[in-house]
């Protein structure tokens, strides 16, 4: 579908009038899908202003992503599964058993210093900001900011609980229940270990987490998951007390590991985007899903 705007107007504005039934949720993927073309070149901003005269194309799914190829060297020099980036975020796929960010032996490779690397290929000034992380053992979603005022705007949301993060984990047995809610209060010691006191005791924090079944056998059962606090080994500890522990997770009581991994994986993250002030939502693969 192409079109030619007759007066100026914001790009989700004339998407929203190409597409009067559609959600504004539904024209907002359009555009992170890179199947928004404004004279002939992808536009991801909602809120960007299209002249009078200028033409606006839809493409449909495989045209979009031929339109709009992630704008980075090949995977073998930066060696980072890039989700989506723009001037002020990158969002990747983590792999599971590589580091977020250092420790305080400072690691040579994090997903922090090959991110850094990356954007470094096209600008050696480049720097890339941490706003939050996932366990060592954790793959998929992770967001970074490009610059420092992006940082502070999504560090307030993830403080604020605002951040919708959905992880899916594939655990040994079936809980009892279909659904539930853990709460916990978890107090992490020096050595990062992690486990559950009393409200009262110094240091701890409370973790709420949120699951039910996704799909089950009875010998392992998928967990869709959503979290309001971020807290190291956090859904490990509620899966733990449901007696059923992550698969591979051998600190939390699991006795298979035939993933040679532990089955945790954060599958989406929405947010406001820094610049525009948009609900954005980025998915990554589940690695152990059911064909």
Known sequence: MKTTVTEPTILLDALATLFPKSTRAKVRKMLTEGRIL???????????????????????RAKGKEAAPPPAPSKKLHRLSIV????????????????????NKLEDDTLHTRCV????????????????????????????????????????????????????????????????????????????RVKEVKPSIQGAKEAITHW???????????????????????????????????????????????LSRIALHASSLEFLHPESDDPVRFEAKIPFMRD
């Open 117 to 192: 690397n990356y954007v470094r290929l096209g600008n050696e000034r480049a720097w890339i900001h941490i706003v939050h992380r996932l366990d060592r053992d954790t793959s998929g979603v992770m967001v970074f900011a490009k610059q420092e005022q992006a940082k502070t705007y999504l560090q307030s949301q993830f403080a604020q609980r605002a951040v919708h993060r959905t992880y899916h984990a594939l655990v040994e047995g079936r809980p009892e229940e279909s659904q539930g809610t853990e709460k916990a209060w978890l107090v992490e010691d020096r050595n990062l």
């Open 38 to 60: 404004v004279e002939g070149a992808v536009q991801h901003k909602a809120k960007h202003m299209v002249e009078a005269g200028q033409t606006i194309e839809v493409t449909d």
């Open 84 to 103: 989506y980036e723009d001037d002020a975020i990158l969002v990747v796929d983590k792999p599971a058993g590589l580091l977020s960010i250092a420790t």
């Open 212 to 258: 039910k079944i996704e799909d089950t056998d009875d010998e392992v059962s998928l967990i869709h998951i959503t979290i309001e606090t971020g807290r190291r080994h956090q859904i490990r500890m509620a899966m733990k007390a449901l007696d059923c522990p992550v698969v591979g997770d051998d600190l939390h009581g699991a006795e298979t590991n035939p």
